[in-house]
């Protein structure tokens, strides 16, 4: 299938193949729009079944990040990077040197990150082939102290703002406490994320195809496991996604019972007519790119400056613009992934300074290899 016809390609400015026969390399970058910056996305790993599944991910990922990064009010546009292969068992030190050998052929316009799959070990190997790659150095943490790079913590505090949002503005509970929350996916962003409901008072579920992560939220936290498909079936006020996307579809919705859906995964619904549905059931969903932002803004402050104090109240902003979401979808009689695409668009054609040449040229499909 051609790119261009792609279901999922939205006027994308660039989509490159990479491949590196030495490391077995195999990997796709996708940049959708430079308007407000460079493309910044991160670097996924994941064993994808087809050339075509890890295209479509790519693609949507890559949309998902232009629209997170106005939405955020960040000088950035929106970019993504998929490396085809298990991340269990498929790493070496040459083909992430061969993956930050990919990024540097694109000059810039594409910075990467730590992603599903990836962490500050694989970016600090990247690094050593490319400056364009973020979260590989040491940070000021929020309580003072240094950190590594990793900006999981801020997405995970990022979608704790969003549900103290859209708790409050679904049920009207200006506190957490009590508050049923099923997690699915406790991994590091999950995990952060279920140890600040817990602090909160919230009462936890988790669930996670890795039974060590469980055991982690059910050891550390005293959260309750559950079986990966009951996750769904729970009485609980609020159910949070933080693994991998495409899980709100029509089987998973029949069993659905929570009135919040918020949560840290990128691409939560299978298709975008679903959040006509959810808005039919009364069911308040926190569009993924807006809840989920946390990460972006902590990469963009890595790259700009600024102190830990300032990156911590940017993404408290998270919770003002969820609020607005919730509120115009009310008023408006529309989807929340309606107003939150349009509320994206408003702030990429007028929010900030276009920091690019208005005559870039568009290449779609193009290749690297060595």
């Keep these: 299938m051609s790119v261009f016809n792609h279901v999922d390609f939205d006027q994308h400015e660039q989509v490159v193949y990479g491949h590196d026969k030495a490391s077995g390399l195999k990997a796709i970058i996708a940049i959708h729009d430079s308007t407000l910056g460079p493309a910044l996305g991160g670097c996924r790993m994941w064993n994808y079944a087809s050339d075509e599944e890890a295209l479509r991910d790519v693609l949507r990922l890559s949309r998902g990040m232009t629209y997170k990064s106005a939405l955020a009010r960040l000088p950035l546009g929106g970019g993504k990077a998929v490396i085809i292969g298990d991340p269990h068992t498929g790493k070496s030190e040459a083909l992430f040197q061969a993956m930050g050998d990919f990024v540097d052929s694109l000059g810039g316009r594409y910075v990467t990150a730590a ?117 769904y079936r729970l009485d609980v006020d609020v159910f949070a996604p933080c693994a991998l996307g495409a899980i709100i579809n029509l089987q998973t919705l029949e069993a659905l019972r929570a009135p919040i859906i918020a949560g840290a995964a990128n691409n939560q619904l299978a298709d975008a007519s679903l959040a006509e549905l959810l808005r039919r059931r009364e069911c308040l969903y926190a569009p993924d790119y807006a809840i989920n932002a946390g990460g972006i803004i902590d990469v963009c402050y890595e790259r700009t400056g600024g102190s830990a104090a300032q990156l911590k109240a940017h993404i408290e902003g998270i919770g003002p613009t969820l609020t607005e979401i919730f509120q115009r979808a009310e008023r408006e009689g529309e989807t929340t992934t309606a107003i939150a695409d349009r509320m994206a668009l408003e702030r990429l054609r007028g929010g900030l300074q276009p920091v690019r040449a208005a005559t870039t040229t568009k290449v779609v499909s193009q290749g690297w290899q060595r």
């Design 115 to 231: 992603d599903s799959g990836t962490g500050v070990a694989e970016m600090r190997i990247m690094a050593e082939r490319t400056r364009h790659v973020a979260g590989a150095g040491q940070r000021e943490a929020f309580g003072g102290g240094s950190r590594d790079g990793d900006p999981s913590p801020s997405t995970a505090y990022g979608v704790f703002i969003g549900i103290q949002a859209a708790v409050a503005h679904h049920l009207g509970r200006q506190d957490l406490k009590g508050v049923r929350v099923a997690i699915q996916g406790v991994g590091q962003v999950g995990f952060g994320l279920a140890k600040l409901l817990k602090d909160a008072g919230a009462q936890l579920w988790v669930t996670d195809i890795f039974e060590a992560n469980v055991q982690r939220a059910v050891s550390q936290l005293g959260a309750t496991a559950v079986g990966q498909h009951d996750i």
